[in-house]
């Protein structure tokens, strides 16, 4: 297995996973949604709010508010030493106090771990008229996207790598004009599939040509592309993924000796 960056950007990372299959892409892609976990708030005391919103709906703003994660100093509340009780090591507290009339940021969330704050700050939980007041602590927790969706790190999807194949094309310049992602050059009066990943499998080079162009997809090479929501940086959300499935394998293999 081999993987080749396409685009690596901050919050985008598109690669080639080569000599690979379907399972294990598909298992990449299921690991990245539902098991690399982040942080969210789950819990939010509310001691003040006379403002327009109940206090549930505060609170399940609140809870979708992504934040900055730093893997290495929290541990999922399942896996720590403090059996659930809840320690330094899972969760994170935060308050927040407004009065109005103002309108009230997921920035104004001041965690107590300064390295903690909102990807965005300038998400709007609530706005506060005259006399309108809010007081509230939350606690943020490692969870996982197959728990609630609030936790999923990224967006992710696959697809197969297309492999395009060049005939006698006779009409290279309207072949290479009719490609929607620009996949083709014509060079020396000849089509040449110069960024073949591009493509969406529309089929319009296959009609263009009248079959000279023929396209099919790899089972053994796939595209992948992760947007990151934020809380992780799409690199660190791979790897960590990579390193969840060699764990449940492990623990695979220890539970069937
Ligand atoms: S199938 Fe569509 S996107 Fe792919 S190369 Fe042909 S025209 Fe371009
Ligand atoms: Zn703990």
Not at 55 to 66: C, K, M, N, S, T
Not at 68 to 73: A, I, N, S, V, Y
Not at 162 to 191: D, M, Q, R, S
Not at 222 to 250: N, P, Y
Request: charged share 30%; glycine share 4%; net charge negative.
């Amino acid at each position: 297995m081999q993987i080749e960056i396409l685009h690596d950007k901050k919050e985008k990372l598109s690669f080639l996973l080569k000599d690979s299959t379907p399972a294990f892409a598909n298992a990449l892609r299921r690991t990245i949604v539902d098991e690399v976990p982040t942080l969210a708030i789950e819990t939010v005391e509310i001691r003040k709010n006379n403002s327009v919103l109940y206090d549930e709906i505060i609170a399940h703003r609140l809870g979708l508010v992504p934040l900055k994660t730093d893997l290495k100093g929290y541990t999922p509340i399942d896996k720590c030493t403090c059996s659930k009780e809840g320690c330094a090591k899972c969760q994170v507290t935060a308050v927040l106090k407004a009065k109005g009339p103002c309108t009230v940021y997921a920035s104004e969330l001041k965690f107590k771990d300064p390295a903690i704050k909102s990807v965005y700050p300038e998400m709007i939980i609530v706005k506060l008229l005259k006399n309108q007041e809010l007081e509230l602590e939350a606690t943020a927790i490692l969870g996982r996207g197959k728990e609630h969706a609030k936790w999923s790190p990224a967006h992710t999807f696959y697809k197969y790598n297309p492999v395009i194949e060049i005939k006698n094309v006779e009409n290279p310049e309207a072949v290479a004009k009719v490609c929607p992602t620009k996949v083709f050059e014509v060079k020396g009066k000849k089509l040449v599939a110069a960024n073949p990943q591009d493509c969406i499998l529309c089929g319009a080079c296959v009609d263009e040509s009248s079959g000279q162009v023929k396209l099919n997809e790899s089972d053994k090479d796939f595209i992948f592309f992760v947007e990151s929501f934020g809380q992780l940086e799409c690199a660190e959300i791979v790897a960590k993924a990579v390193e969840i499935v060699e764990e449940q394998l492990d623990e695979f293999e220890e539970k069937l000796k």
